[in-house]
T-cell receptor
Framework: GESVGLHLPTLSVQEGDNSIINCAYS??????FIWYKQESGKGPQFIID?????DKRQGQRVTVLLNKTVKHLSLQIAATQPGDSAVYFC??????????????FGQGTILTVHP | DGGITQSPKYLFRKEGQNVTLSCEQN?????MYWYRQDPGQGLRLIYY???????QKGDIAEGYSVSREKKESFPLTVTSAQKNPTAFYLC???????????????FGDGTRLSIL
């Protein structure tokens, strides 16, 4: 079946640097994508989402870029802080029928921010 | 505060025993979901419900059962047929169904189930 995957399982950065977390998706018909942050022992926390009719969306210190040509999604975190250390997941929602509302998650990237 | 409450936080199951994980939401969301997370892996969908009194199997439904008698509640039972139940279980909800389906899912803080 189709799935969402991540290029890098771990990413280490210095405090204040910008971080980029990448995600490859294989279902070209997916029309909605979400980034989540998960801290140890907690549930995933919504960060930002983007629909397939957009290429870029910005939030507070975060930007999501969608490249439908190569089926690639990225999350950029500006001025990364120690509190950003967590596992980051991308998820996609394939369209249609009973798939409405279902998400397919990638394996996650561990982001470690060093003070 | 509005949110999703999962209980208990930790749960232990004996051989041959069924256990039920609770999930309650006060967000007035129509859709609710159960996921399983194994160490170092992403989330896999067990069951989901888009409306009261209706639910569908996800990708790994074998050995699990659910009910959706109330909008705010979606309990998950891990039955004795689930031979490898040790995992972190996450419940989520979202507003979406139909044309409004593409809305983010909001998660509880999970229940960690272990075998005695």
């Amino acid at each position: 079946g189709e799935s969402v995957g991540l290029h890098l399982p771990t990413l280490s950065v210095q405090e204040g640097d910008n971080s980029i977390i990448n995600c490859a998706y294989s279902n070209s018909a997916s029309d909605y994508f979400i980034w989540y942050k998960q801290e140890s022992g907690k549930g995933p926390q919504f960060i930002i989402d983007i629909r397939s009719n957009m290429d870029k969306r910005q939030g507070q210190r975060v930007t999501v870029l969608l490249n439908k040509t190569v089926k690639h999604l990225s999350l950029q975190i500006a001025a990364t802080q120690p509190g950003d250390s967590a596992v980051y997941f991308c998820a996609e929602n394939p369209p249609g029928g009973t798939s409405y509302g279902k998400l397919t998650f990638g394996q996650g990237t561990i982001l470690t921010v060093h003070p | 505060d509005g949110g999703i409450t999962q209980s208990p936080k930790y749960l232990f199951r004996k051989e041959g025993q069924n256990v039920t994980l609770s999930c309650e939401q006060n967000l007035n969301h129509d859709a609710m979901y159960w996921y399983r997370q194994d160490p170092g892996q992403g989330l896999r969908l067990i069951y989901y419900s888009q409306i009261v009194n209706d639910f569908q199997k996800g990708d790994i439904a074998e050995g699990y059962s659910v009910s959706r008698e109330k909008k705010e509640s979606f309990p998950l039972t891990v039955t004795s047929a689930q031979k490898n139940p040790t995992a972190f279980y996450l419940c989520a909800s979202s507003t979406g169904q139909g044309v409004f389906a593409n809305q983010p899912q909001h998660f509880g803080d999970g229940t960690r189930l272990s075998i005695l």
